[in-house]
């Protein structure tokens, strides 16, 4: 009895650590991607983006931090979803947890370059015989890099969104449009950015797969999320023999 109470503790404790941070990881990326980053970056215009961020550096860096925070809640999720969900499958849960961390590694990749515009934009012996022109060429390059490695990032972290959906399907108490949301999620997620990466030329194709799915992919860990915050945990996550 004092071993299922434990077990039952220890669920809810990694669920509500999950759910805390999906959801905290959901306000930092609407502030530093949604507002800082959009506010910042001037699609096409080298020298527009140059101003703004050397007019705006103060916000620049509080994007920057908001990525930071974004990895460390990354990792943390990724340990806290592996302890939640191991007793539905162990293997497809540790897969998971693996997928999350790499999608991780790869965004921390991309963040290096906006590292390389801070320096840029606030170092002058990194910008010694630069002309402004060039200045701002340099900065838009390693945004367009940011975007880039992120989405290859974020198609690996559609596949994490996939096996969540699986584990989802598999659990007894987990709801049903919890796993469907996920699955839909993912397949956004793979879509939009195999899109973005391989028919750049075709920029189109990419927007009307993002706008076909950009509910089910906001909605899908975010309602997760919610999930294991005021559910999760509360009663023993069971495999599914039906």
């Known amino acids: 009895m004092s071993n299922t109470l434990r077990g039952l503790s220890e669920q809810r404790t990694t669920a509500l650590i999950s759910g805390i941070g999906l959801l905290l990881m ?4 609407a502030f530093s991607y949604g507002y800082a980053h959009s ?3 001037t699609e096409g215009d080298a020298n527009a983006t140059l101003q703004s961020l050397l007019a705006h550096n103060h916000l620049f860096r509080a994007e920057l931090a908001g990525w930071i925070i974004i990895l460390v809640l ?12 191991k007793p539905i499958n162990q293997p497809l849960s540790l897969l998971a947890a693996w997928l999350r961390l790499i999608y991780t590694a790869i965004l921390g990749i991309a963040v290096m370059n906006l590292l390389f515009v801070q320096l840029l934009t606030t170092g002058t012996e990194y910008t010694q015989g ?3 022109d060039q200045l701002g060429v340099q900065i838009l390059l390693h945004l367009k890099a940011f975007d ?3 989405s290859v990032g974020l198609i690996i972290f559609g596949g994490h969104l996939l096996i969540l959906g699986i584990l989802a399907l598999q659990a007894v108490n987990v709801p049903g449009w919890t796993a469907v949301l996920l ?3 993912s397949a956004g997620y793979i ?3 195999v899109s973005k990466l391989l028919l750049p030329e075709y920029e189109g194709i990419g927007d009307v797969v993002e706008a076909v799915f950009i509910v089910p992919m906001s909605a899908g860990e975010l309602g997760f999320a919610l999930w294991l915050l005021f559910r999760g945990g509360k009663g023993r996550t069971q495999i599914s023999l039906g």
């Not at 959901?26 to 990326?29: E, I, R, S, Y």
């Not at 990354?74 to 969900?85: K, R």
């Open 183 to 185: 699955l839909i999620a």
């Open 74 to 85: 990354d990792i943390i999720v990724a340990w806290s979803c592996y302890l939640f969900l």
């Open 39 to 41: 506010a910042l970056l």
């Open 26 to 29: 959901a306000l930092v990326a």
């Open 191 to 193: 879509l939009t950015h």
């Open 130 to 132: 630069y002309t402004s």
């Open 148 to 150: 880039a490695m992120w």
